[in-house]
């Protein structure tokens, strides 16, 4: 079980009890990014069974999850946020139990934006079978180890925001799933501290990256082209401000693949049109993509 944190050390409070409370034996992993609320000395004093690696300076959430995949022992990770809590102690047990086929290399757990609706999402229908999607949010999933660590983890580049859908494609294109999980749902609290100004400009800019380093010719100006036009029109529609971060997230974006030339390695054709497959809502039943998939497993 992998936490990162910084400085919202009452809902990491939080957040750790309902790990522990958990009926799983499980490791739980604090890394705190570099903060100055005094959270490792409440981790340190509340928490005593809990791994704590602590970074002085402050290195990015991304960074921080690549270096717990490393200091992590279990076979699978649990990851959620300092701001999201298990609401029943049996979601880590069924969980596990997901990872009952092969081709499966991470979980979507189920989960609640409990300050916006209490509607359950990335859930799999209630029907039988396997389900499969395109991606995962970040505080509420589980992966193979060994696959995160074959495929480099997650993109440092990437700083903030978009690194989990980057992170699926290339997993698919080994011919790795994400399975639509039925435990309870993760209660996500977001926290009143969440910058929407760098959420906005990083969500923005990474959409653009993740087009340089995954999409493949001749699909791939289409998909700018199309991914453009939204961004244009979510800033015409933004109020409060964000028309001006939407667009300079996109002009970022664009520049920064300059910077990235060397690291454009897109998936193939296949994998990229069954990754826009995986989008649809309710997600799709994996016996009916495993004939692809057999293409591309290794």
């Known amino acids: 079980m992998v936490i990162t944190t910084k400085n919202r050390k009452d809902d990491l409070h939080r957040a750790i009890a309902s790990a522990l409370a ?44 690549n270096r717990a995949a490393r200091l992590a022992s279990s076979p699978f990770i649990f990851s959620i946020d300092d701001d999201a809590a298990f609401s029943s102690p049996n979601i ?8 009952d086929h092969p081709r499966i290399g991470a979980v979507a757990i189920p989960y609640i934006d409990v300050c916006r609706s209490d509607t359950v999402n990335q859930q799999a229908p209630d029907a039988p079978g396997r389900y499969v ?16 660590l074959k495929l480099h983890g997650y993109r440092p580049f990437l700083v903030h925001q978009g690194e989990e859908r980057d992170y699926c494609v290339r997993m698919l ?8 999980g039925r435990a309870a749902p993760i209660h996500h609290f977001e926290s009143p501290r969440r910058d929407l100004k760098r959420q906005t400009i990083y969500g923005w800019r990474n959409n653009v990256l993740y087009a340089w380093y995954n999409v493949p ?39 920064d693949c300059l910077r990235q030339l060397k690291q454009r390695d897109p998936v193939s054709r296949q994998t990229y049109r069954l990754s826009q497959k995986l989008k649809r809502p309710g997600g799709v039943p994996l016996r009916d993509v495993e004939p692809q998939l057999s293409n591309l497993f290794a």
């Open 22 to 65: 958990q009926t799983a034996d499980i490791e739980i992993l604090v890394v705190d990014d570099g903060s100055d609320d005094g959270t490792a000395e409440m981790v340190r004093a509340e928490f005593p069974a809990v791994r704590l690696y602590r970074s002085e300076q402050s290195e990015g959430l991304i960074k921080q999850r």
């Open 92 to 99: 880590v047990a069924e969980t596990l139990a997901e990872f």
């Open 133 to 148: 999607t395109y991606s995962y949010i970040g505080t509420a999933h589980a992966l193979r180890r060994d696959l995160f």
């Open 173 to 180: 294109d080994l011919g790795y799933v994400v399975r639509l």
């Open 217 to 255: 010719m001749p699909d791939l100006p289409a998909h700018l082209a199309g991914m453009t036009f939204r961004a244009i029109v979510s800033a015409l529609n933004s109020i409060h401000g964000r028309p001006r971060h939407v667009l300079w997230g996109l002009l970022r974006g664009y520049g």
